[in-house]
């Protein structure tokens, strides 16, 4: 069954104990949280000290998803903080990879990141070292944006990559994840990053919401 992982970028920080209980309450299935430098990308967002904030709070597993133009400076510091799963973008590092190897020889899942306009060919020959490939579906930095629709024929071709080589990569998805874009790809996503799209700023509680997803994913795969 799929799982769903709440980006943090889309809590209120004023509230962030009250925040991570209600995440608690919902049974996420772990935290998503972007790193961004404002150079990779126009944006910046949460670093270590936002992290070690979350790990005080919460004992909800997490990710770390590195927007970073030089990730490779910067990942013994961020597996130090002890997330489950690292991504790194396929457009970043020189050595690619080299960089995913480095990521699982810390004991950590190894994640690919890959941005709407970006050539698959370019994950094609890392996929032996990579736990997770996380498609883009919006073009990263910012909450709020739209679907980009191609993102459906690239997890398609991403599957049949992960066949060909006979590898256990995962596919996750980020970006404008909404109730319609779940019930698609249930039967091909590991992993959704929730936003404002299909959790956030709901009438309902963070609880309810889920609980929604998930009827909506289940009778996706039973029909």
Not at 197 to 215: P, V
Request: hydrophobic share 45%; proline share 5%; net charge negative.
């Amino acid at each position: 069954m799929a799982k769903f992982c709440p980006s943090m970028m889309c809590v209120d920080f004023s509230k962030l104990a009250q925040e991570l209980k209600e995440l608690e309450k919902a049974n996420v299935d772990m935290l998503h949280i972007d790193v961004m430098d404002g150079h990779f990308v126009p944006n910046f967002a949460l670093g270590p000290e936002d992290i070690k904030a979350i790990r005080e709070l919460s004992d909800i597993d997490y990710d770390v998803h590195l927007m970073l133009s030089n990730p490779d400076q910067f990942i013994d510091l961020f597996a130090s903080l002890g997330p489950k799963l690292m991504y790194v973008h396929a457009e970043a590092p020189p050595h690619l990879h080299r960089t995913l190897g480095n990521i699982q020889a810390k004991g950590i899942q190894s994640g690919l990141a890959i941005n709407p306009g970006t050539p698959l060919s370019t994950i094609e020959d890392v996929l032996d070292v990579t736990d997770v490939v996380l498609v883009m579906s919006v073009n990263p930095g910012f909450a709020g944006q739209a679907f980009i629709p191609n993102a459906y024929s690239r997890i398609e071709r991403i599957i049949s990559m992960i066949e060909e080589q006979g590898v256990n990569t995962k596919i996750a998805i980020d970006g404008a994840i909404s109730p319609e874009v779940i019930e698609k790809l249930q039967d091909k996503v590991e992993y959704f990053v929730l936003g404002t799209a299909g959790l956030f700023g709901k009438d309902k509680s963070y609880a309810e919401t889920m609980d929604d997803l998930r009827t909506l994913g289940q009778q996706s795969v039973a029909a």
